[in-house]
């Protein structure tokens, strides 16, 4: 299985200032490839990686720059060409390839060779071949028999500069259960982030201090003359409260998925189209805010790594049908309560919703749902759980009950 590590990297101002050369230096190589993608035709990443070579004879900057790192400046290109072409095939309306700015070009890749882990002093290092060792941050190991396939120096707006490791483990994934035991369907909201059929609801996450800091640090920003010591200084200050604000999100959305993608044996969520939802009108803040889709990509690729099913279901009428008897009923939003006029059936709008998403993954994948079953067993009392806590303390306490939030 393959699996991404990031690290913080800690390099001294003289290893910072080549880091920075680096990426400067790859971003005008991927504008050299791109020009000349715009004036020819039948060109491949290939046939352009071998050029390479010949271009360092009177461009005798790339000399500094490891062969690896430049083979994928030029790959990265032609990915980028084969992802446009792609989402034009798909329909989409897409543009061209556009030519990198400064800024708009921040990391660079090795691949295969030119890197390694080293322990100097008790310290984990990483050695990086034209730069020399750079310490980092080590704070989790990696898995065992893990073989790093690649490393990506990245700096963030902030200025940090951070290491992804790109590993490979020989071990393939558990396999999957062909009769599952744990069963679990989720159903996402605004108000309550995860509400599922076992009864565990997860309120949203309170971003609201970040959010009032991200502004306040936009306005200071808008008062600074652009491009000047002080408009640079706040810009970074910005880049930090987006980043504040980013971490925390998806550190929630980490421990969530895992927590449900480690004590179940078959999950059910919504496939949710996110970027439609975010461009219906009305409270799309929130509903960007919410991070559905990155939360479901966490969730299947967490699942896949345990050995759990994962099953995205048509979002279709969950809300409306009835989990009893399947009679389908009008409500509004404002409504959050599901009382069937066919059955009687009464029970939360959301805990509704995630068994009627439960029942149709079970029925996609062809394992047997029992529609008979007593409403009361089926729908069990909610525990709720603040998002607060998820993030303070792990998954662990999902299988909790707090006081007072019942």
């Known amino acids: ?102 800024g708009e070009y921040r990391s660079f890749t090795y691949s295969q060779s030119g890197f390694k882990l080293k322990n100097t002093g008790g310290r984990t290092r990483l050695w990086l071949s034209k730069l020399g060792e750079i310490p980092l941050t080590f704070h989790r190991d990696l898995p065992d028999d893990a073989e790093i396939k690649t490393v990506t120096v990245k700096q963030e707006p902030t200025g940090k500069w951070y290491a992804i490791l790109g590993v490979e483990t020989p071990d393939d994934p558990p396999a999957k259960p062909e009769t599952p035991d744990r069963c679990v369907g989720i159903d996402v909201g605004i108000l309550k982030y995860a509400h599922d059929t076992d009864g565990t609801v997860v309120k949203s996450l309170d971003l609201s201090d970040e959010r009032e800091r991200l502004e306040r640090a936009q306005r200071d920003l808008s008062r600074k003359q652009h491009g000047s010591a002080n408009w ?63 939360f479901l990509s966490l969730l299947e690729y967490k699942c896949e790594r345990e050995g759990t099913h994962f099953v995205a279901v048509n979002p279709r009428g ?64 909610d525990t709720s759980v603040s998002a607060k806590r998820v993030v303070e303390t792990g998954s662990s306490t999902l299988k909790r009950e707090p006081s007072g939030e019942r």
């Open 1 to 102: 299985m393959n699996y991404n590590y990031r690290y913080r990297l800690r390099p001294s101002d003289v290893i910072e200032e080549q880091l920075a050369w680096t990426v400067d230096t790859c971003r005008q190589v991927y504008n050299h490839f791109l020009h000349r993608l715009n004036r020819a035709d039948d060109m491949s990443a290939y046939s352009e990686q071998k050029l390479l070579p010949s271009l360092k004879k009177w461009w005798n900057d790339l000399k500094q720059v490891h062969s690896k790192v430049l083979q994928k400046v030029v790959q990265r290109l032609y990915d980028n060409l084969s992802t446009l072409r792609g989402r034009k095939e798909n329909g989409y309306r897409v543009g061209t390839l556009k030519w990198k700015a400064p």
């Open 232 to 294: 640079e200084k706040q810009r970074r200050v910005m880049a930090e409260r987006h980043a504040d604000l980013k971490h925390k999100r998806r550190d929630f959305l980490h421990k969530l998925s895992n927590y449900y993608a480690t004590e179940y044996d078959f999950v059910a969520v919504e496939n949710l189209d996110t970027k439609g939802l975010v461009e219906l009108p009305g409270n799309s803040r929130n509903r960007a805010g919410a991070a559905w889709g990155t």
């Open 318 to 381: 969950t809300t409306k049908e009835c989990a009893s008897c399947g009679v389908s009923t009008e409500k509004p939003l404002w409504v959050r309560e599901q009382s069937c006029p066919a059955c009687g059936f009464e029970a939360d709008r959301d805990a509704n919703a995630a068994w009627n998403i439960l029942s149709r993954g079970l029925e996609d994948v062809g394992v047997g749902y029992s529609e008979s079953a007593p409403v009361e067993t089926a729908l069990p009392v």
